[in-house]
């Protein structure tokens, strides 16, 4: 079975300090594309980010989400990694079925 589509999110693992960019551990990169995010790699000490597996970057936590629409309400509400990650197993959940309380 085919796996379906998904929209990569990129976070930051640990916090990156710079002049002309900061950002927390855990929050959502302000790029959200492979090349740019490997252009980081020197600034975390990582000098062969450009020629590393995307996955094995240790700065970039990724999710991936099912639709174009998640991803973007997750970045327009600015949740960070562990809110992210919780608000989609919360939806992936199967939900126990409502049980009618006695009189």
Do not use: C
């Not at 998904?6 to 551990?25: C, D, I, M, N, Q």
């Not at 980081?40 to 980010?49: L, T």
Request: proline content about 10%.
């Amino acid at each position: 079975m085919p796996q379906p589509y998904t929209w990569p999110l990129f976070f930051a693992r640990k916090a990156l300090r710079g002049t002309r960019l900061s950002v927390e551990a855990g929050a959502a990169f302000p790029f959200q594309d492979r090349a740019t995010l490997r252009g980081f790699g020197p600034a975390y000490g990582i000098r062969d980010a450009d020629t590393r597996p995307f996955g094995d970057l240790p700065y970039v936590h990724t999710l991936n989400v099912h639709t174009e629409e998640m991803r973007q309400h997750i970045l327009r509400q600015g949740l960070s990694y562990d809110e992210a990650r919780a608000l989609l197993e919360g939806m992936a959940a199967p939900s126990e079925p409502q049980r009618a309380e006695a009189p």
